[in-house]
């Protein structure tokens, strides 16, 4: 057995003539495992919230979308469009167009974005789980509505009778007196309400593209064309087969290019977290500093014995790194442990709940390989920095 480890390790279980050294060693393996634990608990249930929202603009995003660079517009009857359906990998091919209308229902009115959508575009988004009220039915003259709108508009699917009357401003010069000539009209009955986000909510209502077309005085332009994939195709390599047919007019982001400052966001507020929650554990490593310092002003005599029986001070020293270093070991293991548990716990019994009205029931947890791998480097090296501070100097200190 490695003779620095050997001792460090029966330093570290054996009773003290001080029993303050015996609560000190404990409180900092405690201090360590609870910064640990947390760590673990914070940044897998930051990764559970992460993920579900994702998920919910993953329900309204599409895998790949296509725009034009320049302008607002452009016809997919192009060559270039009928050899892009034919690229593998891509299973749903959706034309949409958008627009900014009002939306008056009675006294009640808002601005919203029209979406025009065509029947893949169900298929693709799975959209209709998102529904809350009513559901998913744009054909004819139907509409699906935020519900953030539903709200303002003070509608829903229950109305069957009044209809929505959407207005947007018709395209080129309009020579009129009366403003009401220079708009269409569009009288639409709200099928359903969804639910993602208050950006989401308070913004779309969803609409038959012939509709949205004959609202916004388009004949066959789209604003946008949204891809879906097949399961299992390479997103990165359907993506760079489309920019190659396309050519350099056409923009064509992936999920993460469509929602930056979302995908952003998310990462640095889990490094601003993790380096926070970091700056605790390091205020908890003080306690090593403090046991490391006592325990071997506690063997001082003994490390006069080793240095007289020719131990080195590289020896010594390493006698009680190792103790700093297994004292960081147990409360890092238990720590990850623990808090492995409390997550595994709240995926398996759901303890913290959501209040009624949210879209998943309980708190959600997901766990990260690269967060243990994380967790587990910056406890360690931590912990032996927190070690080798008393140890260069108290053993240097008690060998003169």
């Known amino acids: 057995m490695n003779f620095p480890f050997f001792i460090a390790k029966r330093y570290l279980v054996s009773k003290k003539s001080n029993n303050a050294i015996n609560i000190i060693s404990a409180i900092s393996v405690g201090g360590i495992c609870i910064g640990t634990m947390a760590l673990v608990i914070v940044l897998s249930a930051f990764n559970g919230l992460s993920s579900l929202v994702q998920s919910l603009y993953n329900s309204f995003d599409p895998d790949l979308e296509i725009s034009i660079k320049q302008g607002k517009t452009f016809d997919p009857s192009t060559p270039e469009f009928a050899e892009l359906r034919k690229v593998k990998g891509i299973a749903y091919y959706a034309e949409v167009v958008e627009g900014n209308a009002l939306l008056k229902y009675n006294d009640k009115q808002c601005i919203a974005t029209i979406k025009g959508v065509t029947s893949d575009f169900e298929k693709m988004s799975g959209f209709d789980t998102l529904v809350r009220e009513g559901n998913f039915n744009v054909a004819g003259n139907k509409m699906v509505i935020g519900k953030g709108i539903a709200y303002i508009l003070q509608t829903g699917p229950n109305d069957h009778f009044s209809p929505v ?18 708009l ?19 913004k779309y209502a969803i609409m038959n593209i012939a509709k949205a077309r004959e609202l916004l005085d388009y004949t066959t332009e789209v604003t946008k064309i949204e891809i879906g994939l097949e399961k299992g195709a390479n997103v990165a390599e359907v993506q760079s087969e489309l920019k190659k047919i396309a050519g350099d007019k056409y923009e064509i982001k ?20 993790f380096i926070i929650l970091v700056f605790i554990l390091i205020i908890a490593t003080f306690n090593v500093i403090g046991s490391l310092t006592m325990l071997i002003i506690e063997k001082k005599k003994d490390i006069v014995i080793l240095h ?11 006698i009680f790194l190792m103790e700093g270093i297994l004292i960081t070991v147990i409360g890092a293991a238990s720590g990850l442990f623990l808090g492995a548990l409390v997550c595994w716990l709240q995926q398996k019994f759901s303890f913290v709940k959501f ?7 309980a708190y959600p947890v997901a766990f990260n390989t690269m967060d243990f791998v994380m967790i587990t480097v910056s406890v360690l090296l931590i912990g032996f920095f927190a070690a080798w501070y008393p140890v260069r100097i108290f053993t240097k200190k008690h060998l003169i």
Do not use: C, H
């Open 308 to 318: 007289n029986m020719g131990a080195g001070i590289t020896l010594i020293r390493r």
């Open 165 to 182: 009357s959407v207005y947007a401003p018709k395209r080129g010069n309009v020579n009129t007196l009366n403003p009401e000539d220079g």
């Open 184 to 202: 269409n009209e569009l009288k639409v009955y709200v099928s359903g309400a969804f639910s993602i986000s208050d950006e989401f909510d308070s």
């Open 254 to 273: 992936n999920r993460e290019e469509q929602n930056a400052l979302l995908y952003k966001t998310f990462k640095a507020e889990k490094l601003w977290t």
């Open 355 to 361: 209040t009624q009205g949210y879209v998943v029931d």
